[in-house]
Nanobody, 121 residues
Framework: QVQLVESGGGLVQPGGSLTLSCAASGFTLGNYNIGWFRQAPGKEREGVSCIDSRGSRTDYRNSVKGRFTISWNNAKNTVYLQMNRLSPEDTAVYYC??????????????WGQGTQVTVSS
């Protein structure tokens, strides 16, 4: 069964950090382009960060540049999103997604179930 499972979300104070994990099963992440997306209440889902299947390209939305870092561990078949200096505007459900061809697009073959990130004092 092909699936992605996110973990690592939670409640954090402004300025704090979290690391999200996205573990793949049933397929090899290294053959896919991977993206992290988020959706806040009442807003559309938006791309946060992406990494291509070769690990040679990464992209970030402007609002998270310098604060978030995407990476992966091939041995663990897991992608991470390190999030630093979090602000309330980062509050959302975070999803990881994978696609063998599309890069950093909303349409992806495989989606995780999401993990809630809440930034609040």
């Amino acid at each position: 069964q092909v699936q992605l499972v996110e973990s690592g979300g939670g409640l954090v104070q402004p300025g704090g950090s979290l690391t999200l994990s996205c573990a793949a099963s049933g397929f090899t992440l290294g053959n896919y382009n991977i993206g992290w997306f988020r959706q806040a209440p009442g807003k559309e889902r938006e791309g946060v960060s992406c990494i291509d299947s070769r690990g040679s390209r990464t992209d970030y939305r402007n609002s998270v540049k310098g604060r978030f870092t995407i990476s992966w561990n091939n041995a663990k078949n897991t992608v991470y999103l390190q999030m630093n200096r979090l602000s309330p505007e980062d509050t959302a459900v975070y999803y990881c997604a994978a696609d063998p061809n599309r890069y950093c697009k909303i349409d992806n073959d495989v989606w995780g179930q999401g993990t809630q990130v809440t930034v609040s004092s």
